[in-house]
């Protein structure tokens, strides 16, 4: 296979991750990029055609109640408890002067 990791490649990515490598470090940082791109090529070997696309590993499934109204808005027995009422609406002592 072909070096597909340059030492440019290695610069840019230590730039992207605000990295000082050693030259040392820069080598096994490429050596190590290019076994996992070479480990990933392996996917490219299998036969995938009789595999449906999926966006998940898992089966997904909406775990949300259905959005429907049961007993209507009950504004009247919420109304019961407030300290006052006027117009349909709670009345409450004022706070601000």
């Known amino acids: 296979m072909v070096d597909r990791i340059t030492d ?13 490598l050693s030259d040392d470090e820069k080598r096994q940082a490429k050596q190590d990029m290019s076994k996992m791109l070479n480990y990933i090529d392996k996917l490219n070997e299998l036969d995938t055609s009789d595999i449906e ?20 808005d009950g504004h009247r027995q919420t109304l019961e408890n407030a300290p006052g009422e006027k117009n349909n609406m709670f009345m409450v002592p004022k706070t601000f002067a």
């Not at 966006?55 to 209507?72: E, P, Y």
């Open 53 to 72: 696309p999926m966006s998940h590993v898992f089966a997904l499934q909406n775990v949300f109640r259905a959005d429907v109204v049961t007993n209507g």
């Open 8 to 20: 440019e490649t290695i610069e840019y990515v230590g730039v992207l991750a605000k990295l000082e």
